[in-house]
């Protein structure tokens, strides 16, 4: 069964059709004149039956070979072979189109020519059209009843676009049906001139002994050449009752066996040549234009007069042959094409089910809606480059077009809400800019450096603004930062002055806890005080800021390595404490303490390698006043220096749980200010 898509672009233009069947009409009854069966055709074409306006073959002798072979051979493709190739037929998909560019294809194709392929495409179009103004009207009709309005008082106006396209339309179906009534009218004068040729041919037959007979004849054929097509209705009988009347006239001929004999000369010239014609056809790059043309050679055949009988048989069978050749490649590119539809059509079929998997997409990040996005614009490239479909499944088109349409639909929406948020962000940070040049020309630099320190903290937090907003609204903000932080940094002298009174009030504590410390006395109270004062005071600049603080950390060493208290260990914990707050607050001297730690951690192995020696010797001392006096020294030494291990190991967990507290870094570096 030939492919629907195809039979209906075919039935687009009837008047456009090309009967190759006559041919094999004409050759059928040409090629059955012979001298044997003379007196039939001499009865098929009585006075009788010549005072009609043809006749027909029912009466031809039904057992003639070339008669039966010719007219199977035009049933067989009269019907399938007629009209364009398959592949033309096909109308393009214009799903997807805006509709200014469907009415700019519309006005591009109402001036063309093509009448059968425009008309197809127009139909596809208009299809589309009337897609696009159904969905517009239904969209209307819900906002208007969204709004309140009543469905009874909805109307809807359509667009000029679309009355443009359908005056384009217009345009093109006055042409074409202009141009088919012409064909018909030239056709039914066509008939008129040839139906007036053959009632010239027929009184010629009954006047045949007159001077010039001949000729008029030769100049009757040619002018039937020169003829175009009759309608399709009329063809068959006149061409029949004109090529009965041609052999008629021949055979009545005898006198001139001779002249006949040369003109089937001529006309199996001319037929051989026509072959020569059809067989080379298919080395044409179109096999549209190679079937074109094979129509052409066709009605030049008929047209031809009969040639010499032996040959009659041969020539026929030679030129049916490179016939079937080019049908048969047409059949055969046509049931390609119709694969490779149905191949298409799969692949678009997994497209749709791939598309169906992102109308329901979800999420709440634009990088995920950009990163879904890129994968359905893959989709839509992919669709874009497989071939058309059969015309029966088209649907296919518009189901992946309504998802397609249906996601990005689903993504605006997202965007509208991300916008809203975005307004949002924007009249955040307007308020934020409003506080900013609020502050601006603040003299309080702490306070106001903290506050506008606050403000960028905030800013940061707040999420992105509208992108034409982006860059204005951050240059605000930052004019307004630039504005006080290049006042502050005009401040430098002032500042200095500042710094330099600080260093001189942390020296001069630095020299009070000297003091402290030539007294020898442990005072927590007065050393705590002074260690507080020294942190209430501000920044110095930065190139004494580490050597003050290294100036205060060997102060307070030198003090408790001075002085003596009535409970060491107090004193300890008391050095510990202001040397944790210390490293606390500046941690790239933490180092200090890591050496501190290690320094306990020798004198205490020191101390026990002392001890273990003391009481390895107490054991060789002999019996004697000498020796007793002695082992009471040891043993006295012993006692002191467990009682010292004691104590440091004491002030070693103390540190060690102070430096797992403060999780001081050995070798951490100098980052923080003084």
Known sequence: MENTNLENALQADTLQNVNVSEPSHQESYNETTSSENAAKREELVSAEELSTTGVSLQNVDSSTSTVEKASSYASSFSDSEEDEDDEEAEAEDF??????????????????????????????????????????????????????????????????????????????????????????????????????????????????????????????????????????????????????????????????????????????????????????????????????????????????????????????????????????????????????????????????????????????????????????VALQEEWQKIGPIPHEVRDINRQFWSNYKLFFQRKNQFMESIEKERNENLAKKIALCEQAEAMQNSTDWKETTEKFMKLQQEWKNIGPVPDKYRESIFERFKKACDTFFERKRNCKDLQEQEYENNLNKKTEICQKINSLAQKGVFDKEEITSLVNEYFAIGFVSSKHKYSIVEKFAQALDHYFDKVKSADEQEKEKCRIELTSLLYERYPFIGEKLHKKEAQLRRKIEALESDIALWENNIAFFSKSKTADKLREEFKAKIENAQKKVSELKIQQQFLRNLLKTINVDKGSSKNRKA
């Not at 059968?116 to 897609?131: D, G, I, S």
């Not at 239904?138 to 109307?155: P, S, W, Y």
């Not at 041969?314 to 694969?339: H, P, Q, T």
């Open 95 to 376: 799903a997807n189109r805006s509709l200014e560019d469907l009415v700019k294809s519309a006005r591009e194709l109402a001036k063309s020519e093509d009448w059968r392929k425009t008309n197809l495409v127009f139909q596809a179009l208009r299809h589309e059209v009337e897609r696009l103004l159904k969905e517009e009207t239904e969209a209307a009709k819900a906002q208007f009843l969204k709004e309140g309005g009543a469905e009874e008082d909805f109307r809807y106006k359509r667009p000029e676009l679309y009355d443009k396209f359908y005056e384009y339309y217009e345009e093109f179906k006055n042409r074409r049906a202009t141009h088919f009534e012409n064909v018909k009218k030239e056709r039914e004068n066509n008939l008129k001139r040839k139906k007036a040729l053959i009632e010239e041919l027929r009184n010629l037959i009954e006047h045949n002994e007159e001077r010039g007979v001949v000729n008029r004849v030769r100049e009757i054929t040619k002018e039937w050449r020169e003829i175009g097509q009759v309608p399709k209705a009329d063809a068959e009988n006149i061409y029949q009752t004109y090529q009965a009347l041609l052999n008629r006239f021949y055979d009545k001929k005898s006198i001139e066996s001779d002249l006949k004999e040369l003109d089937r000369q001529k006309n199996y010239k001319a037929k051989l040549e026509i072959v020569e014609k059809a067989e080379k056809l298919l080395q044409l790059d179109s096999l549209s234009e190679a079937v074109r043309q094979l129509d052409k050679l066709h009605e030049e055949f008929k047209s031809i007069g009969p040639v010499m009988p032996e040959e009659r048989e041969a020539i026929w069978l030679r030129f049916k042959a490179a016939s079937d050749k080019i049908y048969e490649e047409k059949r055969r590119r046509a049931e390609e094409y119709r694969n490779k539809l149905n191949l298409n059509m799969k692949l678009k079929q997994e497209l749709c089910l791939k598309i169906e998997e992102y109308i329901n997409f979800e999420s709440d990040k634009i990088k995920d809606w950009i990163e879904k996005t890129k994968e359905v």
